[in-house]
């Protein structure tokens, strides 16, 4: 806030200037801006080329609402989208338009051109307008300045014109606000307040609005009140959203049930209470599955020799071999190199639970320079030398804010402006992709330890929060196919990432405006980018869509359900989220349909090993550049499938329907089949008969 | 024969290029073919090469397991095979500098390449695409444009084809003056026509103009062809090449149109590069991806650097542009590069491919071949190295226009009858000389060899195993509601074709492909219709009366005669899979058509886990046979014809 008022203090007049004729009616969007800082210099140079590329091309596409805002109208999404798939389906680049994610018809509008725009806002349920600004500009980046007004709920910005038809409509959900920057601009002797509203989903919508007129300073003040609630004591919007859903997402993980599901407990594991309280480790689940013979004092004892009592505990275990594979954190080594006996006869237990191995394995995600730094502040690694049959690797993965900065480089290479000639060269110096390959090697080098050396892993980083959690739940989403169907897989979340406390609040920064904070680090991004690759490369084993994954990354951030919230389990029960918000995966769990991958086949058992080869991966661009009107949704070769499932369904069921008549009317079953043995029956079907 | 001095060599390994694996076997040299045949495996993986798709063959320096010996391949083949002894190795290597560039045309397989064919299918396989009807088709001859006889006898250009369309207004002097302007005198002809608007596209080569030259004839031709269209007073002269060349060749007394000497002209620069550069792209991009150990930073930036997405997307511009002054406009275009061969070739035949949809069927797109490439004279025996020649004149143009075609499925997977396969197995053949239809540089020259004599067309074979060249997702109903294409050009829409350039690179591919899953599920709603009408007939029989199979609702079905369901799909997904099914009478689930796991029983089964095994990756999974992927369709291919 201090930023904003040295800049507004000392606004830098310049003369005005306009930019070609096709803006002329709406010149005070165009014209010359200028500020102290550097970026906004960059800022005019990029309103120039917008509203120049404006001019070439007057067939872009308006920019589209968010995916998550359709969260709230759930309703109208379904009805209005339903319909339109098909036709959708068949549309071709720049005819896609945005028509069909408005709740609104487009006809209304334009006869309603008068209209508050406000009538029609899509409130979710809870959901309050808590300030509305007409006559704001909306710089956008790829089809010029367009006017219109600009609403604040205590949930997202909405802006919409109907200059354009169809009308223009742009949403932000205010979770989603990283931070606000803003300055004074002259124009026409008037004096005009821009605001940079930079996102963590990769977009700075950029606003201009009139300072004197109505009460708009308050626009700002209000949007960082409600953008940072926690900073302002106000609560989290997840715990004002009213949706009722027919499924109860909260129910969708029982830790028992999961463990039950991979056979446990079982003779050398025991599911344990010793943390119900959350006494001996306050960042792990109240459930911890650990060997049976291991006593709790002794337990304790290994807690205080690991950082934060992370203790190794059983994340998954082998259905055949039982190898396991068991997550911590750091042990505390220290300079000194200190040791401990219940840690060393710990992991030979460990090791021991699995009959079919005499070697454990500990893969340590970092790299040995900073484990080695690590140890001279207490951290450290295990040493071959100390605990016996153990093999050490480490995996040489950077730490979170390498990640932080790999994704703020990527967000200059993909938004606003492109840089076609550079695009490759562009997305190599963010290193992101380089990163995912690491990781993806990592866990493919775990999951193999796993299956085929048979041998059980440990896997931690130094807190065992971060690297261990991207590393475990992508091995596991390997070995283990229910982590590929839409339940397992929030299963596997709920799991490895929430319970297991990964730090979500500090790592995203919910509802809080220290922007630089260092804690901040996309390391969910990354995993969910790590399965999106896998997607790419076996796209039949996974039960969900790319829908799904985007989906779950736009909650990460809108703080609309309960689910991402908070930094531990402890901490969510202490603030009632089960009983206070609504789960994120009660909203999918009440429409798999949207979120299903036709092409999904149940290979029951399947371990996937992906490439990591670079040659195999790809930036996620249905991610990353999807605010570009460039980038078209994936073509619907889905629907194509749909059709032939359908078609197929509706087939067997005359196949079934036939035969049953067959059957009936004195026909012996014995000629239906011969009737259909020529074909070779290609359908399950054809079995049962 | 006399070249070969070592028909056979034993214990011979081959290296995998991208992994550790080696296998050892048996070297096959034949008049035809390098064959190696892996030992001591049952169901022996086989490899054959056509000593015509060999580029180089080079003798690396000895080690101590013995003589290495490098073949590079036309198709991207790229194999390193280690012979025991020196000498054998000598044998081969001399043998195989003699037979892979053949000197006279005579050499070439396609002149002893016999596959059981009589007379007559012969005959039929090359009037299998008819011309004539092609431009009849498109509206041709009209009130405007008229078939001229002035190229009867290959008098006034001999690289064009005997029918030409000129506009009506065009007479004969007209035409032969314009020629003599035109370098080689190829003068403006109408290659496509686009009746909605009755705009023409034409094609051409560089004016002679140098600094200053004008030909009435040539200022006539093009009026003529402005005036033969009514909804636009101009035509477009796009000239492909980048402005810096034409000026070059303004000094050599070629050049461009100047737009005052011509009136209702638009002139374009449009800026693709020469073969030169192209040729030297694709080898640079070759290079990088053939890296064994290719960091991020290599693999990004030479990906870059090789430029070749780049050229790639600059040629679908051209095509964009073409397609919207066609289509929007309703302007007559006319291109031309500098001999209006190649880069010509390639945007006219990109250019009509986006506007109509009937290109994008297999037959279209076979008739668009032999339209715009073969027809009219692109030069493929120099281009593709046939015989032994300049190697400036070799250049991956048609390989090119290939990779531009693969782009546009990538973005419109629903849009094209043929598929991926089919593209390749086209490659495979423009430099297989196998079939007559590419060999010479030019209608006349073929016509010289008399190849519809003495050999056989690539499309009757193609045709007769078009069950494996098309697309599962093409959806007619998709290019009646939007017959134009408009493809995206972001960077990121253009992406290195994996399945082109590392096809036989098998650790190289994935492991799962859509396309097959898709083909799997089509196959059995065949097989479910098939049963439900069985059971029909059963119950006819039995004198039960049902509803006809007709309610069955497929709203979104439109499927026109000419596309029997039964015939394409219905047919096995190849010969050894019907085999398989035969013999083991299994009931195909969807299961036990993907690759891999038969998902009965509890198994643990693995995808992909080494950099080595399984999947030879799309093509493979989707046309190949499943049991055995040691196996490339694509040899089999091969193998079968020859054997």
């Known amino acids: 806030m201090e930023k904003q008022a040295s800049v507004s203090d000392s606004p830098v007049l310049r003369k005005p200037r306009t930019f070609g004729g096709n803006l002329g009616s709406r010149q005070e969007s165009g014209d010359s801006l200028d500020s102290p800082t550097g970026s906004h210099v960059e800022w005019c140079k990029q309103l120039i080329a917008a509203t120049i590329s404006s001019q070439i091309s007057a067939t872009v596409p308006p920019e589209v609402a968010p995916r998550d805002s359709k969260t709230g109208w759930k309703t109208e999404y379904r009805v209005s989208r339903r319909p339109n798939l098909r036709d959708s389906g068949e549309e071709h680049g720049c005819q896609w338009d945005s028509a069909s994610q408005l709740p609104l018809p487009a006809g209304a509008l334009k006869e309603a051109q008068k209209l508050v725009a406000m009538d029609e806002l899509p409130l979710v349920p809870g959901e309050s307008v808590k300030f509305t600004a007409k006559d704001v500009t909306y710089i956008c980046p790829f089809t010029g300045a367009v006017t219109g007004t600009l609403t604040l709920t205590d949930y997202k910005l909405y802006f919409i014109s109907l200059e354009r038809e169809p009308p223009f409509v742009l949403d932000v959900n205010l979770g989603a606000i990283s931070r606000l920057e803003s300055f004074g601009v002259q124009n026409h002797g008037e004096n005009m307040r821009g605001l940079e509203i930079v996102c963590k989903d990769m977009r700075s919508p950029r606003f201009l609005y009139k300072q004197e007129e109505q009460n708009n300073e308050e626009l700002e003040t209000l949007i960082t009140q409600y953008a940072f609630p926690l900073s302002n004591d106000l609560p989290l919007f997840a715990f004002q959203y009213k949706e009722a859903y027919p499924v109860d997402g909260w129910k969708v993980y029982d830790p028992a049930a999961e463990y039950k599901r991979q056979g446990l407990p079982n003779e050398s594991w025991t599911i344990s209470k010793i943390n119900s309280n959350y006494e001996v480790c306050d960042t792990y689940p109240a459930l911890l599955v650990i060997p049976t013979s291991f006593k709790d004092d002794d337990l304790k004892r290994v807690a205080s020799f690991r950082a934060k009592h992370r203790i190794p505990v059983l994340s998954w275990i082998h259905p055949e071999t039982q190898a396991t594979i068991v997550r911590c954190s750091q042990p505390l080594v220290g300079p000194s190199d200190r040791r401990c006996k219940d840690d060393e006869r710990y992991l030979q237990t460990i090791m021991d639970a699995n009959a079919q191995s005499h070697k454990l394995t500990i893969f340590d995600a970092r790299q040995l320079s900073v484990a080695d730094s690590n140890k001279s502040k207490d951290g450290g690694y295990e040493s071959e030398n100390i605990y016996p049959n153990v093999e050490l690797n480490f995996l040489d993965i950077p730490n979170i804010h390498v990640m932080r900065e790999s994704l703020r480089k990527l967000k200059d290479v993909v938004y606003p402006t492109i840089d076609e000639l550079h695009w490759h060269s562009g997305i190599d110096t963010t290193h992101w992709l380089e990163y995912i390959r690491l990781l993806l090697a990592g866990a493919v080098r775990i999951a193999d330890k796993v299956e085929s050396s048979k041998s059980s892993v440990v896997v931690h980083c130094s807190d065992g929060w971060d690297r261990t959690a991207q590393l475990t739940s992508l091995a596991m989403l390997m070995l283990d196919s229910h982590y590929r169907t839409l339940r397992g897989f929030q299963t596997l979340l709920e799991k490895e990432w929430i319970s297991f406390g990964h730090k979500f609040t500090s790592r995203v920064g919910h509802g809080d405006k220290n922007h630089a904070n260092s804690e901040r680090s996309p390391l969910f991004v990354q995993f969910v980018d790590c399965v999106w690759q896998m997607m790419r490369q076996f796209p039949s084993a996974f039960e969900f869509n790319e829908l799904f994954l985007i989906t779950i990354l736009d909650h990460l951030y809108s703080c609309l359900f309960g689910t991402f919230l908070y930094n531990s389990e402890q901490e969510r029960m202490e603030k009632e989220v089960q009983s206070k918000t609504v789960s994120l995966w009660s909203y999918v769990n009440s429409q798999l349909e949207e979120f299903t991958n036709p092409f999904y086949v149940d290979y029951e058992n399947q371990v996937l090993y992906p490439l990591a080869s670079l040659r195999h991966l790809e930036l996620w661009v249905g991610y990353y550049v999807r605010w570009n009107p460039h980038m078209r949704p994936q073509m619907p070769v889905h629907q194509n499938l749909k059709e032939l499932q359908f078609l197929r369904a509706e087939l067997q069921k005359k196949v079934e329907e036939l035969q049953r008549e067959a059957s009936s009317s004195r026909s012996i079953s014995s000629s239906s089949e011969h009737a259909s043995s020529p074909s070779h029956g290609g359908t399950p079907l054809h079995t049962a008969v | ?643």
């Open chain 2, 1 to 643: 024969m006399e070249h070969i001095r070592t028909p056979k060599v034993e214990q011979v390994k081959l290296l995998d290029r991208f992994s550790n694996k080696t296998t050892t076997g048996t070297l096959h040299l034949t008049a035809t073919h390098l064959i190696f045949v892996e030992s001591n495996v049952s169901g022996a993986h086989e490899i054959w090469i056509l000593h015509h798709h060999i580029a180089s063959v080079e003798k690396l320096s000895l080690t101590t397991t013995g003589c290495p010996l490098l073949i590079q391949c036309r198709n991207f083949r790229v194999v390193h095979f280690v012979v025991p002894r020196e000498r054998d190795c000598h044998d081969i290597y001399s043998s195989l500098l003699h037979l892979l560039r053949p000197e006279s045309y005579d050499e070439l397989y396609a002149f002893s390449y016999n596959p059981k064919q009589n007379e007559q299918q012969r005959e039929e396989g090359w009037q299998l695409l008819d011309l004539t009807a092609e431009f009849e088709r498109m509206g041709l001859p009209c009130d405007q444009w008229q078939l001229t006889d002035v190229n009867r006898d290959y008098k006034v250009c001999e690289t064009y084809p005997r029918d030409l369309y000129v506009p009506i207004t065009a007479s004969k002097p007209i035409i032969v003056g314009s020629s003599k302007f035109r370098s080689k005198g190829r003068f403006p002809v109408l290659t496509y026509f686009y009746q909605e608007k009755k705009a023409a596209v034409c094609r051409c080569s560089q004016p002679l103009s140098g600094f200053s030259a004008r030909c009435l004839e040539d200022e006539h031709m093009l009026q003529a062809i402005s005036r033969a269209n009514h909804n636009s007073r101009f035509v477009y002269v796009m000239d492909t090449r980048p402005k810096l060349n034409a000026l070059a060749n303004r000094a050599a007394g070629k050049g461009y149109e100047n737009e005052d000497n011509y009136s209702n002209i638009r002139f374009q620069f449009v800026g693709i590069e020469n073969i030169h550069v192209m040729r030297a792209s694709l080898q640079k991009l070759l290079e990088v991806v053939g890296t064994r150990a290719l960091s991020v930073t290599d693999y990004l930036a030479g990906l870059e650097s090789s430029g070749w997405l780049r050229h790639v997307k600059a040629i679908v511009d051209a095509a964009i542009f073409l397609t919207k002054a066609v289509t929007v406009e309703g302007a007559s275009v006319l291109v031309h590069c500098s001999d209006g061969w190649d880069r010509t070739a390639q945007v006219c035949s990109l250019g009509a491919l986006l506007m109509d949809p009937y290109y994008r069927t297999l037959k279209g797109f076979m008739v668009l071949i032999e339209k715009d490439w073969i027809s009219f004279g692109h030069k493929f025996a120099d281009r593709c190295d046939q015989l032994d020649g300049d190697p400036r004149e070799v250049s991956p143009v048609f390989t090119q226009f290939l990779d531009c075609v693969w782009q546009l499925m990538e973005q419109f997977p629903q849009d094209f009858e043929f598929s991926e396969w089919f593209l390749i197995q086209l490659h495979e053949h423009v430099h297989s000389c196998q079939f007559g239809n590419f060999l010479g540089n030019s209608q006349r020259q073929r016509e010289e060899l008399q190849l519809k004599e003495r050999t056989y067309s690539l499309w009757a074979h193609l045709f007769s195993e078009r069950h494996h060249c098309l697309n599962p997702l093409y959806s007619l109903s998709s290019a009646e509601k939007h017959p134009v294409l408009e493809p995206l050009t972001q960077p990121w829409n253009f992406r290195f074709w994996r399945n082109m350039y590392h096809q036989f690179d098998r650790s190289m591919h994935p492991r799962q492909s859509v396309l097959k899953h898709t083909l799997a599920l089509k196959e059995s709603n065949v097989q479910l219709e098939a049963t439900v009408h069985a059971l029909k007939m059963k119950l006819q029989k039995l004198g039960v009366s049902t509803s006809p199979l007709e309610l069955l609702s497929r709203p979104w079905e439109h499927g026109p005669p000419s596309r029997p369901r039964s015939l394409i799909l219905g047919a096995p997904l190849s010969r050894k899979e019907a085999q398989q099914e035969e013999e083991e009478e299994e009931v195909l689930g969807e299961e036990a058509l993907e690759d891999g796991p038969d998902g009965s029983g509890g198994e643990r089964t693995a995808e992909g886990s080494s950099a080595t095994e399984n999947g030879y990756g799309e093509l493979q999974d989707s046309f190949g046979s499943k049991s055995e992927p040691a196996v490339v369709s694509l040899e089999l291919g091969v193998a079968r014809m020859t054997c």
